[in-house]
Nanobody, 126 residues
């Protein structure tokens, strides 16, 4: 079983920055897999935020965060980061790390992602 653990959530003011981390561990993963972030605000469906390819060379952003958020992979390739800049109140949500055992990282449909973290709360105050 693959385990994903997020960290870094918290309270931040509008216009501020926050960095989320996600570490993958567990059974041997397939040689190439994609990682991403989704979020879910109260009363809303889970939505795609951003994803990254196995190599880290490919990224795919939702329009709502493009230009403000940056995803990257750590040197050990089992860690992914989400740098959130110029945050807005509408960014308030539980953020979930996700892993897909596929090289096709740029698919925002949550049902295609195989593993999920427990989520970390991000709250942006006005």
């Amino acid at each position: 079983q693959v385990r994903l653990v997020e960290s870094g959530g918290g309270l931040v003011q509008t216009g501020g920055s926050l960095r989320l981390s996600c570490a993958a561990s567990g059974r041997t993963l397939r040689s190439r897999y994609s990682m991403g972030w989704f979020r879910q605000a109260p009363g809303k469906e889970r939505e795609f935020v951003v994803s990254i390819s196995w190599s880290g060379d490919g990224t795919y952003y939702s329009d709502s965060v493009k230009g403000r958020f940056t995803i990257s992979r750590g040197n050990d390739e089992n860690t992914v980061y989400l740098q959130m800049n110029n945050v807005k109140p509408e960014d308030t949500a539980v953020y979930f790390c996700a892993l897909r055992e596929s090289v096709y990282y740029n698919d925002p449909r949550s049902q295609l992602w195989d593993y999920w973290g427990q989520g970390t709360q991000v709250t942006v105050s006005a």
